[in-house]
C-alpha cells in the first residue's frame, strides 16, 4: 500500500486516460467509470500522512499530502469524477473520455500536492486537458472560446511557476503552505501565487473565461468542468491564504455582482456559469474570515456546490441534448415531457438556494454563522443579500424557464438513461448531506460542534427564501422583471474582446499608412538621387564630359602636392 500512496491519487486515472484511445468507444466510458471507482477506492483506503517525498536538483519535494483539507476535496472530486463519467456513458467521443478522466485525476493529485512544484504540474495538466471539453463542440465559437480559455489558464499557471521560484529564490523551499505574513502581508512571491489563483478561482476581472468557455462546452463537458477548475482553486486558497482579510471583499464582490448578469442572460447554461461565480464568492468570504467555523463552512460548501451545480449543468444539459436549445426564449413547458429532469433541476435548485433539508442550506449557513461570529455586520448583510439572489436566478429562473413559464410547443423525450441515473445520483447527495448532514462535517478539517437546524436559522432563511420567490412573482405580475431577449450580454471581457482589438486595429491602420507614406518618401528620394546621379556621369554632367590634357595634369600635380604637404606636416 505505501508504494501506491507514494504516487499522486488521481495517477490510476492519469495513466488510464492514456490507454483509453486503444479501447473501443462504447468500452472506453465504461472504463472512465472504472477506473474513476478504482481510484476512489485506492484514494479512501490511503491513510492521512506525506508520501512520495523526494529531492529534484537539491530542492525537497512532496508529492502527496492528504490530511484534513485535501482529504474532503478528494472525495467529492472522485464523486464528481464517478458521476459525470455515469452522465457520459452515451457518448462516443474518445477526446471527450480521455479529457475528462485526464483532467479529474489531475484535479485531484493537484489538491493532494504537498509542494509547489508538483502543484504546478498538475494545475498545468488541468488546463491543457479541460480546454479539448470546450473543442470537441466542433464548432468556430468552442474554438475561439477554448483558445482564450487556455490562454487564460495557462498565464495562471505561469504565474504560479514564478511565485514558486521566487519563493525558492528567497526562502530555499518549495512546501505549499500559508503565505500570508504579519498584518495580510504578502511577499512577492506571495502575491504572484495569489493572482494565479484568483485566476482560477475567477475573482472579479479575471472571471469572463468562466461565463465564456463553460457554455460553449460540450453537453458532458460542461458537467466535469463545473467541478473541478475553480473547487481547485478554492482549496489552494484555502492552503495558502486562509485569514487574508482583503479576501473577504473580493468575496463579497463575487456574490453580488454576477447577480445582475444572470437575472438578464438568457443562455441558461450561462446563468448557471454566473451563479458558479456568486457561489464562489461565498467559499472566498469564508477563507478571508479565516476562523475553523469559516473554513469548515468554506470546504463544506464547495463539497456541496461541486454536487448540486452539477446536478444543475446535468439537468439544463439533458435539456440542451433533447430540444437543441437552452436559450430561455425558445424553451418552456418542457415539464410535460421530461418529468423526471424537471424534478431533479428542482432539488437542484432548491439545494443551490438553501432551503432546508437539502444541502447548500447546511454548507452556506456555516458561513454567514462565521461572519456573525466575528460581528462582520456588513458581510453578514451582503452574505443575505446574495443568497436572496441565488433564489432569484438559480432558485427560480432556470427551472422556471426551462421547464414551466409559456409552452413553447416542444415535446422531446426524456432524458437518456445514464443522464437520468446521474442525476439522481446527485439529487440523492443534496438530500442526504441536507438530512445526515453529521457525515459531511466529519470530513471537516476542524473538529466543531455546529447544528444547523436551530429555530433562528430555519426560520431566518425560510422567510429570505419566502422574500424571493415574492419578489419574483410580484416582478412577474407587473412586468418589471427583465425579459429574457435574444441578445449578447456585455462583461467585461468587452474590452479584451472587443474593445482592445478595435483599437489595435485602428493603430494598425495609422501604422501601415505611416508605413506606406515613409516608404513612398524614401523612395522618392531614391529616384531622385539615382536621377541626379545619371545627370552627373552624363554627356553634359561635371563627371561625364571630356577634360582637356593640361586640365588633367594641372588637377593630377595639385593632388599630389597636397599630399606632400599632409605627409611632411
Avoid at 92 to 121: K, M, N, P
Avoid at 168 to 186: H, I, K, N, R, W
Wanted: proline share 4%.
Amino acid at each position: 500500500m505505501t508504494a501506491i500512496a507514494d504516487l499522486p491519487p488521481g495517477f490510476l486515472m492519469i495513466a488510464g486516460s492514456l490507454l483509453l484511445p486503444s479501447l473501443g468507444r462504447r468500452m472506453q466510458a465504461w472504463a472512465v467509470l472504472m477506473l474513476s471507482a478504482a481510484s476512489l477506492v485506492v484514494f479512501v483506503l490511503t491513510p492521512v500522512g506525506n508520501y512520495g517525498n523526494m529531492t529534484l536538483f537539491g530542492a525537497d519535494l512532496n508529492l502527496v499530502r492528504i490530511d484534513s483539507i485535501s482529504r474532503p476535496f478528494g472525495i467529492v472530486f472522485h464523486l464528481a469524477a464517478i458521476i459525470s463519467a455515469i452522465y457520459a456513458l452515451h457518448v462516443r467521443d474518445t477526446r471527450q473520455h480521455v479529457a475528462g478522466v485526464l483532467y479529474a485525476g489531475a484535479a485531484i493529485a493537484a489538491a493532494c500536492s504537498g509542494d509547489l512544484l508538483t502543484l504546478f504540474v498538475f494545475w498545468e495538466l488541468t488546463a491543457i486537458s479541460s480546454v479539448f471539453l470546450v473543442w470537441a463542440s466542433d464548432s468556430e465559437r468552442s474554438y475561439h472560446a477554448g483558445m482564450r480559455y487556455l490562454i487564460i489558464q495557462v498565464t495562471s499557471g505561469v504565474l504560479l511557476l514564478s511565485g514558486a521560484i521566487v519563493q525558492y529564490v528567497e526562502t530555499g523551499s518549495l512546501t505549499f503552505a500559508s503565505m500570508v505574513g504579519p498584518d495580510d502581508s504578502l511577499t512577492l512571491a506571495g502575491k504572484l501565487i495569489l493572482v494565479a489563483f484568483g485566476i482560477k478561482c475567477a475573482f472579479p476581472l479575471l472571471h469572463n473565461w468562466l461565463q465564456d468557455a463553460y457554455p460553449k462546452a460540450t453537453v458532458t463537458g460542461t458537467v466535469f468542468l463545473s467541478a473541478f477548475t475553480t473547487k481547485l482553486a478554492v482549496y489552494s486558497l484555502i492552503r495558502g491564504f486562509a485569514g487574508f482579510e482583503p479576501l473577504i471583499w473580493v468575496g463579497c464582490t463575487m456574490t453580488l455582482f454576477p447577480i445582475v448578469f444572470a437575472v438578464i442572460e438568457n443562455d441558461l447554461r450561462r446563468v448557471l456559469a454566473y451563479s458558479l461565480n456568486n457561489q464562489l464568492g461565498f467559499m472566498v468570504v469564508g477563507i478571508g474570515i479565516g476562523t475553523e467555523l469559516a473554513i469548515n463552512g468554506t470546504v463544506a460548501h464547495a463539497f456541496c456546490h461541486i454536487i448540486y451545480k452539477s446536478l444543475l449543468f446535468m439537468s439544463m444539459g439533458a435539456v440542451l441534448y433533447r430540444v437543441g436549445t437552452i436559450k430561455a426564449t425558445e424553451l418552456g413547458g418542457l415539464h410535460k415531457s421530461m418529468p423526471w429532469t424537471t424534478t431533479f433541476c428542482l432539488i437542484g435548485a432548491g439545494a443551490i438556494s438553501g432551503f432546508p433539508l437539502l444541502s447548500g442550506f447546511v454548507s452556506k449557513s456555516m458561513i454567514i454563522s462565521a461572519a456573525a461570529e466575528q460581528h462582520m455586520l456588513g458581510v453578514w448583510i451582503v452574505l443575505l443579500i446574495a443568497s436572496a439572489g441565488v433564489m432569484e436566478h438559480s432558485g427560480i429562473k432556470i427551472p422556471f424557464f426551462a421547464f414551466f413559464a409559456h409552452d413553447s410547443g416542444k415535446r422531446v423525450p426524456e432524458a437518456p438513461r445514464n443522464m437520468l441515473v446521474a442525476m439522481a445520483l446527485a439529487s440523492a447527495g443534496c438530500i442526504v448531506l441536507g438530512i445526515a448532514y453529521p457525515l459531511l462535517y466529519a470530513l471537516l478539517p476542524h473538529s466543531l460542534e455546529y447544528r444547523p437546524y436551530t429555530t433562528t436559522h430555519v426560520v431566518t432563511q425560510l422567510q429570505l427564501l419566502m422574500f424571493a420567490c415574492l419578489a419574483f412573482v410580484f416582478l412577474m405580475k407587473t412586468g418589471w422583471y427583465p425579459a429574457e431577449q435574444r441578445a449578447t450580454i456585455l462583461d467585461t471581457d468587452w474590452f479584451y474582446r472587443v474593445a482592445i482589438p478595435r483599437v489595435v486595429s485602428k493603430l494598425r491602420s495609422g501604422i501601415i499608412t505611416i508605413d506606406h507614406a515613409v516608404r513612398n518618401a524614401c523612395l522618392k528620394g531614391i529616384g531622385r538621387m539615382l536621377v541626379s546621379a545619371g545627370n552627373l556621369f552624363s554627356q553634359t554632367g561635371l563627371l561625364g564630359r571630356t577634360w582637356s590634357t593640361n586640365s588633367m595634369a594641372f588637377w593630377a600635380s595639385a593632388l599630389l602636392a597636397a599630399s606632400l604637404v599632409i605627409y611632411y606636416l
